[in-house]
C-alpha cells in the first residue's frame, strides 16, 4: 500500500470519528452503531472513487452528514441517510439493497434524494411540474430536502475544483430553487451562505469588492457598534434582564442585492445597512416569552426611535 493511500485512509478515518464523537454526544448505541454501518457501507461502494477536486469521493458523503447532524441538528436516521445519499445514483447499490439493510424508513429518503438527483441531472431546465415533484417528496419526508440542502451546501463550498461553466450552472440552480426552499424551511444561515457562495461564482468581482470593503471598514463599524449597543446594555441591565448580543454584518449577497435595488455605492450604506443586531433573550419563567420581548421592545425605544 502507498504512503498516499495510506494517508489519505488515515484522513477518511479521521473525519469519520469526528463525526461519530459528535454524535455520541446525542445518540445512543443502537443510533451509533446505525451510523457505523451506514459509513461502513458507504466507503465499500465508494471505494476507489475521487471527486472532480481529486480526494476520495467518501469525503462528500461524510462531510454532508457532519452538516446535517452539526450544523442542522437531525438525529441518526438522517446522518445515515448523508452518508448513503450517492450510493444508489453512483454505485450498483438498488433502494431494494438499502431497505433490507436499513430499513424501509431510510430506504424511502435515499429513494426521494435520488428521484430529486434525477430531475436536476436532465438537461432540460427546471420548470414548475418538476418542481411540484420535489414539494410532493418535501411532503413525505422533509429530511429528504434537509439532506438535499445539506448535499448542496457542501457542493457548494467545494465548487472551485469544477470547470467555471459547471460552476455557473450550479450556482444559477442554488440561486432560483435551493436557497428559496431554506428560507421556506427557516434554515437562515445555510439560505445566506448559499445565496454568498451562489454570488461569489455568478459574479465574483462584485463579491470581492463588497468582501473587501467589509474588511476594510471593519474597525470602524466595530467602534460604531459598541457605542450603539452601550446603551441597550446598561438598560438591559439595570432591568435585570438575561441577554445575549450579536452584531455582525449582513450576508454579503444580502448587501449586493441591496446595492442592486437602491442603486447605491457600497460607501453610501451607512452600518445599520450592513449590519444585523440581535437581541437574544433567555425567558424567565415568571413571564411569558411574548410578553417579555415587547417589554424589552419598549426600553429600547426609551433609547432609539424605531423605524
Not at 34 to 40: E, I, N, P
Not at 275 to 297: M, S
Amino acid at each position: 500500500m502507498s504512503t498516499k493511500v495510506i494517508k489519505e485512509n488515515k484522513y477518511i478515518q479521521e473525519q469519520f470519528d469526528a463525526l461519530y464523537n459528535s454524535c455520541s454526544q446525542n445518540m445512543n448505541e443502537q443510533d451509533l452503531a446505525l451510523v457505523k454501518r451506514a459509513f461502513d457501507r458507504a466507503l465499500s461502494m465508494h471505494s476507489g472513487v475521487r471527486r472532480k477536486s481529486g480526494e476520495p469521493f467518501i469525503i462528500h458523503p461524510l462531510s454532508v452528514a457532519k452538516i446535517v447532524h452539526d450544523e442542522i441538528g437531525l438525529g441518526a436516521e438522517a446522518v445515515g441517510c448523508a452518508l448513503l445519499h450517492d450510493v444508489v445514483e453512483d454505485t450498483p447499490s438498488t433502494i431494494k439493497d438499502i431497505k433490507e439493510e436499513f430499513g424501509e424508513r431510510i430506504g424511502a429518503i435515499i429513494d426521494g434524494l435520488t428521484k430529486i438527483s434525477e430531475v436536476f441531472g436532465r438537461k432540460n431546465s427546471l420548470q414548475a411540474e418538476n418542481f411540484r415533484k420535489i414539494l410532493m417528496t418535501l411532503s413525505e419526508d422533509v429530511r429528504v430536502i434537509i439532506i438535499k440542502l445539506a448535499d448542496r451546501l457542501h457542493n457548494m463550498r467545494t465548487l472551485d475544483s469544477m470547470p467555471p461553466n459547471k460552476q455557473i450552472k450550479i450556482s444559477g440552480e442554488t440561486i432560483y430553487f435551493y436557497a428559496p426552499i431554506a428560507h421556506r424551511l427557516g434554515l437562515y444561515r445555510i439560505k445566506n451562505e448559499l445565496e454568498d457562495l451562489s454570488l461569489k461564482y455568478r459574479h465574483p468581482t462584485k463579491y470581492r469588492e463588497i468582501e473587501d470593503k467589509l474588511n476594510e471598514t471593519a474597525e470602524k463599524r466595530n467602534q460604531e457598534v459598541q457605542e450603539f449597543l452601550d446603551p441597550i446594555k446598561k438598560k438591559l441591565d439595570e432591568n435585570n434582564i438575561t441577554y445575549e448580543l450579536v452584531a455582525k454584518p449582513k450576508p454579503i449577497y444580502s448587501i449586493w442585492n441591496m446595492i442592486q435595488q437602491e442603486n447605491f455605492t457600497f460607501d453610501e450604506l451607512s452600518s445599520s445597512n450592513i449590519l444585523n443586531i440581535r437581541i437574544i433573550v433567555h425567558p424567565t419563567p415568571f413571564k411569558g416569552e411574548k410578553a417579555q420581548c415587547w417589554d424589552i421592545y419598549a426600553l429600547l425605544t426609551d433609547i432609539y426611535v424605531p423605524k
